[in-house]
């Protein structure tokens, strides 16, 4: 393997496979489930900080007049957002407690810049009072939050989220934000045709535009497609005698959850068909001609990991009145606006971990293992709307290994059918057994909380952010019994 393929969670040392023993932040993994319980969340801030490094320098190379807002839906605890706060970096807050969180953590107003496509009165009037940046989904809603900042007698600072965008199918849909058939943004097309009422808003400050092309982009037209859009917008702005100050282009930035080789050798395999849980898996489309299968959701792995798409972008060409234009020249004949994104699983995802006890191992439809764990499908959030890829690994005796792998099928313990993790067969090291403790490799942004729930009274696991082996905080601890259900 090619050593830049190797995943942070292993090159930062965190986890550490080449003993006997497997570590994590230099503890026995059997030391963690002790000290614990598992199942269990674990996150590196290392980790996190040299992701938060790696998006600053790339900016200060190319756009210097720009700032990153740490996406807080990635993981929006007090204690990340300190963290967040003490690196200096802003936040894109889709909530009141995002927002509440955000300042509590000592995030600057200024550094805020308030999302979310159902923004509560009390919420934007928060906002419209603490001078923090509104990002209103639509003409709608700036409508309303001019109301609300009139009886305010304030000015609203907003940008106007934008979708519509011919993307393409270059995500999963329920994390694609920007194409037509999407809750979020106004329609670029009615953007277009309402610049008159966009710009007459009494009591708005428009500083500009935002999108957000949706989650784990692996490709860069659709960043440059839609970057280009919102310079074009900028000018018709500025057209109408504004100044477009702001370009706010998102989050999206993906993460390699696989290397190359083990992606393609999981796209063969899907095409043979030869290690599926069934047909009707939503993200397989069926060519019935050719007799092939193929994948059709989410890209586990991308030639532009992380910040490296975004350098990719800011040194690529976008369209600008129909003519092609260098991306920093374009930023530049608009006067230079500030650039804002708003990565979230690119900062969270390679530095977290799960850990969770097999229960067992048995067969499905007669003759296909099936690993069963003390676990389920709701602390592995994109597992939960659609068949997701993570690599598990056995990290009891983590060096014993069959002579072939083991393909199993993964699933939890919830009353619930749909609760499978793997609905295609990973590989282990061998046939896992009772007690074993296994790994969800990168499951640091979204899956460990996203869709926790208490389904079937299960606790939820507790949630740790490690600063090193003797520094290690709960962001927040497994559930009571009394927290479940209610009684007090
Ligand atoms: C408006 C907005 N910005 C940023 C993000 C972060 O996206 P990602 O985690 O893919 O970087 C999201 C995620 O859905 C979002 O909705």
Redesign the pocket.
Same mark, same amino acid.
């Given at each position: 393997m090619n050593s830049e393929e190797i995943n942070a969670l292993e090159s930062s040392g965190f986890l550490n496979l080449t003993g006997q023993t497997a570590l994590i932040d230099s503890k026995p993994v059997t030391w963690w489930a002790e000290e614990f319980g598992l199942p269990l969340h674990v996150r590196s801030a290392e980790i996190i900080k040299g992701n938060i490094q790696a998006f600053k320098n790339v900016l200060q190379k190319y756009y210097p007049h720009s700032n990153i807002h740490f996406?807080a839906?990635?993981f929006p605890y007090p204690e990340m957002l300190k963290l967040i706060a003490s690196e200096g970096i802003g936040i894109?807050a889709?909530s009141y407690h995002e927002m509440r969180c955000a300042l509590e953590a000592g995030v600057p107003p200024h550094a805020i810049g308030l999302?979310g496509n159902a923004k509560e009165d009390f919420m934007i009037q928060e906002a419209i009072g603490k001078d923090i940046l509104i990002?209103a989904d639509n003409i709608e809603e700036l409508n309303y939050v001019n109301h609300l900042a009139q009886g305010m007698h304030k000015n609203a600072n907003a940008l106007l989220?934008v979708s519509g965008f011919n993307v393409g199918n270059v995500t999963a849909d329920e994390?694609l934000?920007s194409n037509s058939w999407t809750k979020?943004g106004e329609h670029i097309d009615r953007v277009k045709k309402s610049m008159e009422q966009i710009t007459g808003f009494s009591h708005i400050n428009l500083q500009g535009f935002?999108a957000?092309v949706?989650?784990?982009?692996t490709t860069l037209e659709p960043f440059q497609l839609v970057l280009g859009e919102l310079i074009n917008l900028g000018h018709l702005l500025n057209a109408h005698g504004q100044t477009c100050q702001i370009i706010n282009i998102? %989050?999206?930035?993906p993460i390699s959850y696989f290397t190359q080789s083990e992606w393609n050798d999981f796209l063969i395999r899907i095409k043979k068909g030869d290690f599926l849980w069934h047909d009707k898996l939503n993200k397989i489309e069926i060519d019935h001609h050719n007799q092939i299968k193929r994948w059709i959701g989410e890209q586990f792995y991308t030639a532009f990991p992380k910040e490296k798409m975004l350098a990719a972008l800011l040194q690529s060409q976008v369209m600008i009145n129909g003519k092609s234009c260098n991306v920093l020249q374009a930023l530049h004949d608009l006067g230079q606006p500030l650039l804002i994104i708003?990565? %979230?699983?690119?900062i969270m995802g390679d530095s977290g971990l799960t850990l969770a006890r097999v229960s067992h191992t048995k067969t499905v439809n007669l003759d296909h293992h099936l690993t069963i764990l003390e676990m389920g499908i709701t602390n592995l959030g994109e597992a939960f709307f659609g068949p997701s890829a993570r690599k598990w690994t056995i990290l009891t005796d983590h060096q014993q290994k069959d002579a072939q792998p083991f393909a199993t099928f993964l699933a939890g313990n919830l009353c619930y059918s749909g609760d499978v993790f793997s609905p295609y067969k990973c590989l282990l090291q061998r046939k896992p057994k009772r007690d074993d403790i296994v790994m969800a490799h990168m499951t640091g942004?979204?899956d460990q909380y996203f869709f926790a729930s208490n389904a079937n009274a299960f606790a939820r696991p507790p949630q740790l952010l490690s600063y090193g082996p003797n520094h290690i905080i709960t962001v927040k601890k497994r559930d009571t019994y009394e927290e479940i259900t209610g009684v007090i």
């Open positions: 996406a839906k990635a894109d889709a999302n990002i989220r994390v934000t979020f935002h957000h949706g989650s784990q982009i998102g %989050g999206g930035y708003e990565p %979230g699983r690119s942004a979204y």
